[in-house]
Nanobody
Framework: QVQLVESGGGLVQAGGSLRLSCAASGRTFSSYAMGWFRQAPGKEREFVASISGSGGTTVYADSVKGRFTISRDNAKNTVYLRMDILKPEDTAAYYC?????????????????????WGQGTQVTVSS
């Protein structure tokens, strides 16, 4: 069992930056691929970014590529999402997720059904 706790959300003006953190319990953090997803009111949850267990491979949604950076520190059992040049359309609840992706690929990393454990979410609001 893996427990995930997100932090770092808040209210920011368009063009600003935030860094989300997701702290994980357990001793096998590096064996899990980690993902960030988001859900805006009235919309379905969507993929944002993912990182392999070693941190060597990352995948991004086209909507955030070049603006967001996912990273992880396996010694601290933590994954991060650095968000720059924020836009009002980035407003959403952001969730981190952990999954044992046997074969890490772009297609697999984007699939929320591949992730077994989810955090409670942290709200990000970007004002125009």
């Amino acid at each position: 069992q893996v427990q995930l706790v997100e932090s770092g959300g808040g209210l920011v003006q368009a063009g600003g930056s935030l860094r989300l953190s997701c702290a994980a319990s357990g001793r096998t953090f590096s064996s899990y691929a980690m993902g960030w997803f988001r859900q805006a009111p009235g919309k379905e949850r969507e993929f944002v970014a993912s990182i392999s267990g070693s941190g060597g491979t990352t995948v991004y949604a086209d909507s955030v590529k070049g603006r967001f950076t996912i990273s992880r520190d396996n010694a601290k059992n933590t994954v991060y999402l650095r968000m720059d040049i924020l836009k009002p359309e980035d407003t959403a609840a952001y969730y981190c997720a952990a999954g044992r992706l046997v074969y890490y690929s772009d297609y697999v990393a984007r699939d929320e059904h591949r992730y077994d454990f989810w955090g409670q979410g942290t709200q990000v609001t970007v004002s125009s």
